[in-house]
C-alpha cells in the first residue's frame, strides 16, 4: 500500500473518489494518543488526511482515532501497522463504529435508515463526518470507563454502609478510581469535544451537516452526563 498526506483537503480532487455514490465510514479508536506532529512535521496539527487508493482514505486524530473511507480490511490492517511507531501503548480491544453514506444529487444532509447522505462525495464533507464519529468513540471509551469504576465502588460503598468503615485493599481502590477519573477528564479536555472542527471556520456549507451529526449521535448531551 503507498498511502500519501493529502496536504491540502480543498485542493484534493480525485475523480475516482469524488465519483463514489455508496461507501462505508469506519472509526477505530487505537489509542490515546497519536503522535500525529511526527507524521506530517506539521505543529499544531490536530489531524491529517491520508489517501490509501484512489478510492480509500483515512483521516487520523492526535487523540488516538482512525477514520477510514471505503478501506478494505487489508488497507486497515496495513494502514494501522504503518502508524504503530507514532503510537506509544494501543489498546488490547480497539472500540470501533461504521456508518454507510450515500449519495443523493441535490439533496440536503440528511440521515436515512441508518445511513448518512450528502449531495457529493468531498474531502471536506467525509473530514466533518470523520470529526463526529471520533469523538462518538471518545464518548463511548469515556461512557465504558466510568460504567467500569462505578462497579468497582459499589462492593466499597455497601462495605461502607454496612460497617462504616473501609478496608486497606479499598482505600487503595479509591485512589485508582480518582487518578483514573482525572486521566478521563483530561483526555476529554484536550478533545474539546464541544469545539467545531476549524475547516467550519471557512466553510460554513458544511455546518448544517455537522450540526445534524452531532445531534444524531448526542455529541452534546453525552459530554454533560
Request: some cysteine.
Amino acid at each position: 500500500m503507498k498511502e500519501h498526506i493529502i496536504q491540502k483537503i480543498s485542493d484534493y480532487h480525485n475523480p475516482e473518489f469524488m465519483g463514489l455514490i455508496k461507501l462505508t465510514a469506519k472509526a477505530i479508536l487505537i489509542t490515546n494518543k497519536i503522535k500525529v506532529k511526527s507524521l506530517s512535521r506539521k505543529l499544531g496539527q490536530q489531524s491529517i488526511c491520508f489517501e490509501l487508493s484512489p478510492n480509500s482514505i483515512a483521516i487520523v486524530f492526535h487523540y488516538g482515532a482512525v477514520v477510514f473511507f471505503n478501506a478494505s480490511e487489508e488497507q486497515e490492517s496495513e494502514f494501522l501497522d504503518y502508524l504503530k511507531p507514532f503510537i506509544k501503548k494501543s489498546y488490547s480491544r480497539p472500540m470501533t463504529e461504521s456508518i454507510d453514506i450515500s449519495v443523493m444529487a441535490q439533496s440536503t444532509p440528511k440521515i436515512l435508515n441508518n445511513s448518512i447522505i450528502i449531495n457529493k462525495v468531498s474531502l471536506n464533507f467525509l473530514v466533518v463526518i470523520a470529526h463526529v464519529l471520533a469523538k462518538s468513540l471518545i464518548l463511548d471509551h469515556y461512557e465504558g470507563a466510568i460504567g467500569n469504576l462505578f462497579s468497582d465502588v459499589e462492593p466499597i460503598a455497601l462495605n461502607l454502609k454496612n460497617k462504616g468503615q473501609l478496608r486497606n485493599s479499598s482505600s487503595e481502590m479509591l485512589k485508582h478510581i480518582g487518578a483514573t477519573l482525572l486521566a478521563e477528564n483530561e483526555m476529554l479536555g484536550k478533545i474539546e469535544l464541544s469545539e467545531k472542527p476549524s475547516l467550519l471556520w471557512e466553510h460554513s456549507e458544511l455546518e448544517p451537516l455537522y450540526d445534524l451529526l452531532v445531534e444524531d449521535f448526542e455529541i452534546l448531551h453525552r459530554q454533560t452526563i
